[in-house]
C-alpha cells in the first residue's frame, strides 16, 4: 500500500520537512506493534510550512508488515503514502487518516480497494484497514482481501478439476460444512444444506454399507484416520466415492469432529472396469491365438528322426507381443524317401501374417512332394504370393536333402543364411535371392553340398539375430562364435542337445524359429563333399 518517495520526486520544501519528521519511534511503539497479530505499522504526519499535514511515513513495522510489491518489515522503513501513489489522494483512506489525527477517533474502512496501473494495466488490490492514533502518528493494521480470495479462488478450482471436495461434521453442535464441490458431486443445491451421516448412509450401496460402518467405527475407536471407498447413489445414477476420514477428539478423548475429503473416482473407476475387461479379453484372445498357432505349426516337445537325420526345433514368441507371429519352419520326409528343410518369416503379426505363414508353409510343403528342387519351389512360390497376396512380404530357407547320397541342395530368399556346424567349426552357407513378393518375374535357383557324419545345420529366423543397436551381421557372427563355443567341448551324441541349449532368443519384440538337423553318423556313406 505505501512506497517510498524517492528525493528526485519530492518538492524541497517537502523533503525539508520530511526530514524535520525523521526519528526512530518509541521503544514502547516498537514493542505494541510486535504484539499485534497481523501486520501493522506506526506512520508520522509529513507537515508543510503551514502546518498542513501532506504525507505520512512509516517509522515502525512488526515483522509481519507487507506492501503491494511484497516489501516486508524493515523493507517499508521511511516509506511514504501519499508521493508516489497519487491515486491514493483523496480517497476514504487517506480522508480516514486525516480524520483519525484530528479527532483521535479510532477508524475501520471496510473493503478499500486500491488500483496500481503498471504497464497500463490496472491491478486490483482490496483492504480493510484499522487506524488507531497514537504517540503523534498513526497506528495502521491491515487485512488484504484478494489473497484470501485467490487462496479460496486457487482451492476451488483444485477442487473442479480433482472433482472432490471437503466437509465437516460437529457432533456436539450438529453443525455440519460442506465445501461447495461436496454439493456439486452429490448434485446437491447448498439452499437445501449438507447431508447428516445418517442421511449419508442411506444412500450407500448396501453392499459396501459393512465398509462404510468399519471405518466410523474405527474413528470412534482407535481414531486412527480412515479410508474407504463406497457406491452413492445421487440422481438417477451410482457414483464411486473414495473418502478419506479423520477424527477430532477433545482433551478427554471424546469424538467431537470427523473431518473428510470425498473424492469422486466415478469415471476413473468405469476407466479401470473397461481396462480390465479389455485386459481380460486379450488374455483369451491370447489364449486363443497360442491355441490356434499350435494348430497351424505344432510345437515339437523334443528332437526326432528322418531319413538320415535328427532333427530338433523350437519356435519362440516374441515377449513383449501377444499376437499371432509370421515365423514357420517344417521338416518332413517326402515320399522318394528325401527329407524337406525350411523356415520362413512373414512380415508382421496377427490374423493376416499367420494365414500367409500358413499358406506358404503348406504350398512349400506340396511343391516338395511335387519333386521340384528348392530354387523352382522357391520361383513358383513368389509367383503365387505376388498375384495372391501381393499385400505379403517374406523370407524362406528352403534345403532338399537325400540321405542316400548325403547331399544337401538348398537356397534362400531375402533370409539370413543357414549354418553348418563341422566339429567346432562354423560357416555361413550362403546362395540368396531376392525376397518373396516383390518381383513377380524373379528366379531362383539353388547349391548343393555333401554333408558328413556329425554335420550339424542350423536354420532360423532374424529374430534369433536381431537385436536393436546392432546389425544382422554382428549377430551371426555372435551366433557363430555361441556354436562353435559349445560344440568344441560336446560329444557327438551331445552335439544335437548343446545348440539347442545355446539357442536364445536376441529380440524382444519379434518371434524367432529355430530348425537344427544332425546328420546321422550310421548313414553308410563315408564322408567328403
Known amino acids: 500500500m505505501v512506497t517510498p518517495l524517492p528525493d528526485e520526486h519530492r518538492t524541497g520544501r517537502e523533503r525539508t520537512v520530511a526530514g524535520s ?42 515483522a509481519e508488515a507487507v506492501d503491494v510489491h511484497g516489501r516486508r518489515g524493515g523493507e517499508l522503513m521511511g516509506v511514504q503514502s501519499l508521493g508516489h ?39 486490483r488490490s482490496t483492504y480493510t484497514v484499522r487506524i488507531t492514533r497514537l504517540a503523534g502518528g498513526l497506528v495502521n493494521t491491515w487485512t488484504r482481501h484478494d489473497e484470501e480470495l485467490r487462496l479460496f479462488t486457487r482451492l476451488e478450482r483444485t477442487e473442479r478439476l480433482g472433482n472432490l471436495g471437503w466437509g465437516h461434521w460437529n457432533l456436539a453442535t450438529g453443525e455440519i460444512v460442506w465445501s461447495p464441490q461436496l454439493y456439486a458431486i452429490h448434485e446437491r443445491d447448498p439452499a437445501d ?4 451421516l445418517e442421511e449419508y448412509y442411506a444412500l450407500v450401496d448396501p453392499e459396501d454399507l459393512p465398509a462404510v460402518e468399519r471405518a466410523m467405527a474405527g ?16 440422481g438417477d445414477g451410482t457414483r464411486h466415492i473414495r473418502v478419506s476420514a479423520q477424527a477430532v477428539r477433545d482433551a478427554t478423548g471424546r469424538l467431537l469432529e470427523i473431518h473428510g475429503i470425498m473424492h469422486d473416482v466415478t469415471l476413473w473407476r468405469r476407466a479401470a472396469d473397461e481396462l480390465a475387461g479389455v485386459n481380460r479379453r486379450l488374455q483369451e484372445e491370447n489364449r486363443l491365438s497360442v491355441r490356434l498357432q499350435n494348430i497351424i505349426m505344432p510345437v515339437e516337445d523334443g528332437p526326432r528322426d528322418l531319413p538320415g537325420l535328427r532333427v530338433a526345433t523350437r519356435y519362440a514368441p516374441a515377449e513383449t507381443e501377444a499376437f499371432l507371429g509370421g515365423d514357420w519352419y517344417q521338416a518332413i520326409e517326402l515320399d522318394d524317401g528325401d527329407v524337406l528343410l525350411a523356415v520362413g518369416d512373414v512380415a508382421g503379426h496377427g490374423l493376416a501374417a499367420a494365414s500367409a505363414m500358413a499358406k ?8 516338395a512332394f511335387a519333386r521340384h528342387d528348392p530354387g523352382r519351389i522357391l520361383t513358383a512360390l513368389n509367383r503365387l504370393l505376388c498375384k495372391l497376396r501381393p499385400d505379403v512380404l517374406a523370407t524362406a530357407l528352403v534345403a532338399r536333402y537325400s540321405p542316400a547320397e548325403r547331399l544337401l541342395r538348398w537356397t534362400h530368399a531375402g ?12 560357416e555361413r552357407l550362403l546362395h540368396p535371392g531376392v525376397l518373396l513378393g516383390v518381383f513377380p518375374d524373379a528366379s531362383y535357383t539353388y547349391a548343393t553340398l ?27 557372427d555372435l551366433l557363430s562364435g555361441t556354436l562353435a563355443r559349445v560344440l568344441s567341448s560336446a560329444a557327438p551324441e551331445d552335439r544335437l542337445r548343446a545348440v539347442m541349449d545355446a539357442m536364445l532368443p536376441g529380440s524382444e519384440t519379434d518371434d524367432s ?13 563315408g564322408g567328403g563333399q
Open 360 to 367: 506358404l508353409r503348406h504350398a512349400i510343403t506340396g511343391l
Open 219 to 234: 474413528l470412534a475407536g482407535s481414531g486412527e484416520p480412515q479410508e474407504f471407498e463406497a457406491r452413492v447413489r445421487i
Open 513 to 525: 524359429c529355430v530348425l537344427v538337423t544332425q546328420v546321422v553318423p550310421s548313414d553308410p556313406w
Open 415 to 426: 533370409h539370413p543364411p543357414m549354418l553348418l556346424a563341422r566339429g567346432a567349426h562354423v
Open 450 to 476: 555333401r554333408l558328413r557324419p556329425d554335420d550339424v545345420l542350423v536354420m532360423f529366423t532374424d529374430g534369433l539375430i536381431e537385436k536393436r543397436g546392432r546389425d544382422l551381421y554382428e549377430g551371426l
Open 85 to 123: 501513489y497519487p491515486s491514493l489522494r483523496g480517497t476514504a483512506l487517506s480522508e480516514a487518516w486525516l480524520r483519525v489525527m484530528e479527532t483521535g477517533e479510532p477508524e475501520h474502512v471496510e473493503r478499500f480497494e486500491y488500483v496500481e496501473t503498471a504497464d497500463g494495466v490496472p491491478h
Open 21 to 62: 519528521a525523521a526519528g526512530d519511534a518509541a521503544p514502547d511503539v516498537r514493542e505494541l506493534l510486535d504484539a499485534i497479530p497481523g501486520p501493522a505499522c506506526w506512520t508520522v504526519p509529513i507537515r508543510d510550512e503551514t502546518g498542513s499535514i501532506i504525507d505520512f511515513a512509516v517509522r515502525a513495522v512488526n
Open 193 to 196: 444444506g449438507p447431508l447428516t
